[in-house]
Structure formats: structure tokens, C-alpha cells
């Protein structure tokens, strides 16, 4: 059903080490196994950004061609050393992403990784807000929506789930913007904070860079109440996309186990409807749940991009937009690899958090 | 669609056809939601088709008799939708955008069946290493983000902007690269199940070709959650699109008219209160995505019995291929999802 549940599908395909299947799969060998299994994936991802980036030609004449004399570009070329065969510098790439290094951009001559830290914090930031309104708007709705199957609220909020998906981020921003900040003008229209609160919050000693965390410290109230007015949007915007696929997946899920043998048990008993969904019903459905997060954080960070790019939120996905426009692909390749190792790990974690709460996953 | 093979008889193929089976055995609510999305798909394809006599400009026109257009000026009689930034009419360019849209989903639709398709017959039936590099590669596109895949593959194939076959070619090929896994997974998964069916290896038995059982034997069989996919998957290209021309990869506004692109230069609108440049773009994408939804949803439903409305009992429903397709079904729709 996705990448996560797909390792032990493989398995029957016989695509998994044999070891795995004559071992009996134990909780340790799944996770050895499972997590043997990241490599390829972000091996095969850092290959293909890798020659696809370099089919346009090298990063330097890309970023600065026509800006340079020849002579100069040349020469710039030369020292980076993209004249050297493409297998030699791919090799080389793949041995510096191994270790930990993926360059230095070459617009601001920043070293990747540190771009990549400090602009992370900002999209971590957003991502787990929207997180939390995703599943605080999600879950509940999709258990009323399950309960009341087929009745009036159930089509209400079905609808409400299609059109969650159905309406781009950057569009459910544009119209939050327009309500809320516009004509209401109950919150700021775009960025993350407003000046004076990043420069209250540039004082402290080692700001973590994750905003609500550096308004606590500061201890001053008003700039803890400037970060939240500044997330409320974008984590609504980027929230609601994921609420509806997490509507849906309760409801079905639910659905699913509500007609179960041991629910029907429930039933004759006399266990109240309410009590069998909130209670029978709903701890196992929440299985599958966790399993999609994991295939969720893909289409988190995708509508990260466009969350930030329309709010100014200054994140990676804002941050890569800006350097594919200076066409600045050292920087992109190494924000993409990057969001590529995020979304395998974020996989393996979940898997093996699958793997725990329910054994059937690892056998 | 499944209830013709178990019943023996055979309907006549116009009940047959994908949708109008499924619309057919559906009620209530979910028929509903069929003829709302059905309804707006079919509004959506015949403003593509009739842009050119519909829309009172052109996408790129900039001035008529009158004189040039006003810019960011609110819906009047000339220009009932008003005007952007750049002074294009916003209601012909919604119109026409249509047109852009549908050609992308065709072409990018078309494309990563056919490949999706090809490599999953050929994977599924053979199997051995050639099948676990597909899966592997496939697995690893899949689990990306589809929209910096898309966005990776616009730069290279146009670098960024370009005319309008050559951008709708560069935007249908970024949005297939993310498709094809899709179509790969589900055929494969289906000819790896169809393989071991009496029928095929008594096929093989007679002396059958590797090419004639995958073409004949298997494929029809495989493909029968193809509908579903194909709508989904429309509208998951129509936002891919949108979110490229809103990042500034798409289609340049004087080649094609493109929804994400005004849309784009509609949020900075939106900051001074200009709401006529981004509203009526940014709904045209959503009652297209909406209505072609709600047909994928509406087809996956009656595909699963678990969610098929039960109000009425239909003859010979519920067959023993119908648990599969349901699986196959499920596993679509937790992509979209």
C-alpha cells in the first residue's frame, strides 16, 4: 500500500535477503533489514539528481555564464574541476554526500550543509505545526465522518476531504490571506515574524532558529504572541491538505474494522455505537494511520514548498525556489538530496514504529 | 465491470464502458457524487475545447480597438472578471487556461501509461534481476517528493520556461516521470497475480508467445483499475502543474495560458486586496481537480464492496476478482492521499 508496508510485500516477491525469511523475522533482523533498504533508495535518488542536474551542463556556467568572461569561467571551471569526466566527479560527489558534505553553493558561497541547517529549522518548524493542525482537524472528523457513514455529516465531510486535496496550497493560501489578513486583518500577511521580534530573538546567545522555541527564551511575551500570529496561516494552509487525507484514511479505516467479527461481538452485547468506534474501533485503525504519515512527510515537504514560497516563510522550500531561479544547482542538488534522505529516514523510523506497535508488519 | 464476467452473460459494451458501469450500481450519495464529478469534468473539457470561441480575448492579448486593457482593474462589462497586473483579461485566461491544462493531462496521462504499462508487463512476467532494478528505481521515485521531481525535470528538460508545445511537452514529461511508478506498481502487482491463473499457463501450454500472453492474456486483465488511476491521476497532474507554473517553472504567459502562473502573480495581489486576479484561477482549478475527484473517488468506492453503498443489493455483484481489485483499488488511492 505504500513504500513502508512495501518491505515485507517485497519479501513474497523474494526481493529481501534470504536471511530475513529463514531467520523468522525478529524485531531486530527487521530493522537491520529494513534499514539495508535506505541505501539503495537514496543511493538511486542522489544518482538521478546527480546526472539529471548535470545534463544541462556544468553548475558554473549555469549560474554565471554570460555574467563572466570566458577567460574567468573558464578558469572557475577548471579549479571547481567540472571539466574533469562526469564519471570522476560523480564518484567524487557520491563519496563527499557520503561523508557529509554536499559543497558549497555557488551564488553566496555558503557551504550546503550549514545553508541547509539554518534554513531547515524553518520548514521543521512549519512541517510539525502542520502536523498538529492535520491531525487535531484529521482524526476527530474522520471518526464523526465513520460514524455517521452514509448519513448527512458523512457526506458533509467527505466533501470537505476531496476538496482539502482538491484545492493547492497555494491557492487555500491566497484565499486565507485574503479573509484573514486582508479584510479581517486579524494576522500578518506573509514571513515568519516581523522585524523587531527577529531582532528581540537575534540577541540570544545560540538561537536554535526554531522561532516559537526563541520566543520562549527570550521570555518576552509579545514576541512569542508575534511568532504565533505569523504561523497560524501557513500552518492552516499546509495543515488542511494533510487533514483531509487523514479524514479519509480514519474513515475508511474505521469503516474497515467496524465490520470486524470481534466489533460485531461488541455489538451483540450491547456496546453502544459511540463507545464501539471511539474505543473497538479506533486503536486499530490507527495502525495504517501511522504508516501513511511516514508516506505523508513526502507531501508534506512538496507542499512545504509551496507554503512557503506563497507565505515567505523562509525555509528550504522558499530557499530552493530562490536558488533554482539564480540557477544555482549546487544548492539545489544539495537540498534535494537532502529532502530525499529526510523522507527515507522518516520511512525507516515510522516502519520500524509500525513494526512495534503491530507484529504483524515483521513477519 | 466485474459483475459481466462472473455473470456469464454478457451486457452489451455500452454498460460495460468504465463509468457508465459504475454508475449503473451506484445509489444514493455516491451516485450523487458520481454525476457532480462527472458533470464538471465534462464542463471542464468542453471550456478546453471551446476556449477559442468562448473567450472574448486571447490568453496573451493586451489591447483591443478600444485601446490598451487596464491593469489590475475590478470586474467590469469589458472585462467581467477583471484585469491582472500585467493587463491580460482574467476571464480569458481562465478559459483558455483550460485548454492548457487538459492538453497536459492528456499527453502527460498517455505518456506514463504507456510506459508505466510496458514496464510493468514486462517486469511482472519475467521477473529475475530486471524486475527487482524496476522495483527498486520505482520505489525510490515514489518516495520522493513528486513535486521536486517535476520541478528537477522542467529545468532539465526546458530550463525552465519555454513556447507552448515545447512547455506542455517539458511539463508532461515532469509530471509522467512521477506517474509512471504508479502504473508500473499497480500492472506489475496484477500480471505477478494473473501469471499464476490456469488460464495463462494452459497459454503457454499450447505454445503461446511471451508477447502475445502479455498482450492478450494478461494486460486486459490487468488493466482494469486503469479508469480509477487515470482519474486520479488527472488531477494530481493538474495540480502538479499549477504548483509548477505557480513556482515559476511552468509555461511562459505569453505562450499558453496557465493557472498556477496567474495564480502566482496573484499573491502578491492579494496583500493590497486585489481578489479578482487570484479567485477566479485558483477555483477553476479547484472545481476541475474537485470534479475529476470526485469521479476517482466515486469509481474506487464502487470498486470496494467494503464501501459500496448498501441500500440496494445488486445481481451479481461482489465476484471473486472483486477483493482484488479493491486491493489494487486501496493501493491507488493511498498514493493520493
Known amino acids: 500500500m505504500t513504500t513502508l508496508t512495501e518491505a515485507p510485500l517485497n519479501d513474497a516477491d523474494g526481493l529481501l535477503p534470504s536471511k530475513k525469511k529463514s531467520s523468522g523475522g525478529g524485531l531486530g533482523t527487521y530493522i537491520l533489514v529494513r534499514f539495508f533498504l535506505i541505501i539503495p533508495t537514496i543511493f538511486i535518488l542522489v544518482t538521478m539528481v546527480f546526472f539529471l542536474m548535470r545534463v544541462i551542463g556544468d553548475p558554473i556556467t549555469a549560474a554565471q555564464g554570460g555574467r563572466l568572461p570566458p577567460e574567468a569561467l573558464a578558469q572557475r571551471i577548471h579549479d571547481a574541476g567540472y571539466d574533469r569526466p562526469i564519471l570522476v566527479q560523480y564518484l567524487e560527489y557520491v563519496g563527499q554526500v557520503a561523508t557529509g558534505n554536499f559543497g558549497t553553493t555557488i551564488t553566496d558561497r555558503r557551504p550546503v550543509v550549514e545553508m541547509i541547517i539554518t534554513f531547515g529549522t524553518a520548514t521543521l518548524e512549519l512541517a510539525i505545526n502542520a502536523l498538529i493542525v492535520a491531525l487535531l482537524v484529521g482524526i476527530p472528523l474522520g471518526l464523526i465522518s465513520a460514524y455517521k457513514r452514509d448519513k448527512a455529516p458523512d457526506a458533509v465531510l467527505r466533501f470537505f476531504a476531496i476538496l482539502c486535496y482538491a484545492t493547492p496550497v497555494f491557492f487555500a493560501g491566497l484565499l486565507m490571506k485574503l479573509a484573514f489578513s486582508v479584510w479581517l486583518g486579524w494576522l500578518p500577511v506573509a514571513g515568519r515574524a516581523s522585524t523587531r521580534t527577529e531582532l528581540a530573538m537575534g540577541s540570544l546567545a545560540a538561537p536554535t532558529g526554531i522561532y516559537w522555541l526563541d520566543a520562549l527564551r527570550s521570555g518576552n511575551m509579545a514576541a512569542y504572541g508575534d511568532v504565533a500570529a505569523h504561523s497560524v496561516l501557513p500552518a492552516l494552509t499546509l495543515g488542511l491538505l494533510t487533514a483531509g487525507v487523514f479524514l479519509r484514511l480514519v474513515r475508511t479505516n474505521v469503516i474497515g474494522t467496524l465490520g470486524k467479527d470481534y466489533v460485531e461481538a461488541g455489538r451483540s452485547r450491547g456496546v453502544s455505537n459511540y463507545r464501539l468506534v471511539t474505543k473497538h474501533a479506533y486503536k486499530p485503525a490507527l495502525i495504517p494511520i501511522i504508516t501513511v504519515m511516514g508516506l505523508q512527510i513526502a507531501l508534506l515537504l512538496g507542499g512545504a514548498v509551496l507554503t512557503e514560497s506563497t507565505f515567505e516563510w523562509k525555509g528550504l522550500g522558499y530557499q530552493l525556489v530562490q536558488y533554482l531561479n539564480a540557477r544555482d544547482f549546487v544548492a539545489v542538488q544539495g537540498i534535494v538530496v537532502m529532502l530525499a534522505v529526510i523522507v527515507a529516514v522518516t520511512n525507516f523510523i515510522v516502519d520500524v514504529v509500525a513494526a512495534l506497535i503491530d507484529p504483524r508488519v515483521r513477519y | ?337
Open chain 2, 1 to 337: 465491470m466485474n459483475a459481466t464476467k462472473v455473470s456469464g452473460r454478457k451486457q452489451p459494451l455500452f454498460y460495460r464502458l468504465p463509468v457508465i458501469s459504475h454508475f449503473r450500481s451506484s445509489v444514493g450519495l455516491q451516485r450523487g457524487m458520481l454525476v457532480t464529478g462527472m458533470v464538471l469534468a465534462a464542463v471542464f473539457l468542453l471550456v478546453a475545447v471551446f476556449a477559442p470561441w468562448i473567450a472574448p480575448y486571447g490568453f496573451a492579448q493586451l489591447s483591443d480597438a478600444a485601446g490598451p486593457f487596464p491593469t489590475q482593474q475590478p470586474p467590469t462589462p469589458a472585462h467581467i472578471w477583471g484585469t491582472t497586473v500585467g493587463g491580460y483579461d482574467v476571464y480569458s485566461r481562465v478559459l483558455w487556461g483550460a485548454q492548457t491544462a487538459a492538453v497536459v493531462i492528456i499527453v502527460a496521462v498517455a505518456m506514463s501509461i504507456f510506459l508505466g504499462v510496458a514496464l510493468g508487463l514486462v517486469s511482472g512476467y519475467f521477473g529475475g534481476w530486471l524486475d527487482r532494478v524496476f522495483v527498486v528505481i520505482a520505489d525510490a521515485i515514489y518516495a520522493f517528493p513528486s513535486l521536486l521531481l517535476a520541478i528537477v525535470m522542467s529545468i532539465v528538460i526546458s530550463h525552465g520556461q519555454s513556447s507552448f508545445w515545447g512547455g506542455i511537452v517539458a511539463c508532461s514529461i515532469s509530471i509522467s516521470v512521477v506517474f509512471v511508478p504508479q502504473y508500473f506498481r499497480v500492472i506489475r502487482a496484477e500480471t505477478i497475480r494473473l501469471k499464476a491463473e490456469p488460464y495463462v499457463e494452459s497459454a503457454k501450454v499450447v505454445g503461446a508467445s511471451s508477447i502475445r500472453i502479455m498482450g492478450r492474456h494478461i494486460f486486459k486483465n490487468a488493466t482494469r483499475t486503469l479508469p480509477l488511476i487515470f482519474t486520479l491521476n488527472a488531477s494530481e497532474a493538474i495540480l502538479t502543474l499549477a504548483g509548477l507554473g505557480f513556482l515559476g517553472f511552468g509555461i511562459e504567459p505569453t505562450s499558453a495560458a496557465e493557472w498556477g502562473y496567474d495564480l502566482n502573480k496573484a499573491i502578491a495581489d492579494a496583500s493590497s486586496g486585489i481578489w479578482w486576479t487570484g479567485v477566479y484561477p485558483g477555483t477553476a482549478i479547484v472545481l476541475t481537480v474537485l470534479g475529476l475527484t470526485l469521479v476517482g473517488e466515486s469509481i474506487n468506492d464502487l470498486n470496494d464492496p467494503r464501501l459500496r453503498g448498501r441500500k440496494k443489493a445488486v445481481a451479481g455483484k461482489g465476484g471473486p476478482d472483486s477483493t482484488a481489485g479493491a486491493q489494487t483499488a486501496l493501493e491507488a488511492e493511498s498514493r493520493v492521499l
